[in-house]
């Protein structure tokens, strides 16, 4: 037997995939590389213009990043890009990750409603301050 709040889920999460593709669905509801990394080699911190604040911690070995997580108090359209974001720099020399830029970002996603394009920007914007800080640091 469903509950009222299990049919009223059921109803949003059925909107939500009309604005919005199975993969920014997917990350959001089960996000990838989520959560602070511990002795990561980079950070970054970005607040974007929403309000919303995200980190990307990035581990780096021979000029690769071999490990990146996130975490963010934005919504779900912040937790997918971030989560894509870690996604996509994982592997990359850091300047191949240096390049992604926020259209890459919404093209990986699927493309987000025009009031959401912003956290794609916050995504490749984080993940640059995190690159910029670990150079910094090795300098």
Known sequence: ????????QELVMRD???EYSETTMDLFMNPRNHGPMDQADGLGTVTGPCGDTMNIWIKVEDGRIVNA???TDGCGTSIASASMATVMAKGKTLVQAGRIEQQDILDALGGLPKESVHCALLASNTLKAAIKEYAARVR
Not at 1 to 8: E, G, K, V
């Open 1 to 8: 037997m469903t509950s009222r709040f299990d049919d009223i």
């Open 16 to 18: 939500a995939r009309k």
């Open 69 to 71: 997580s996130f975490t």
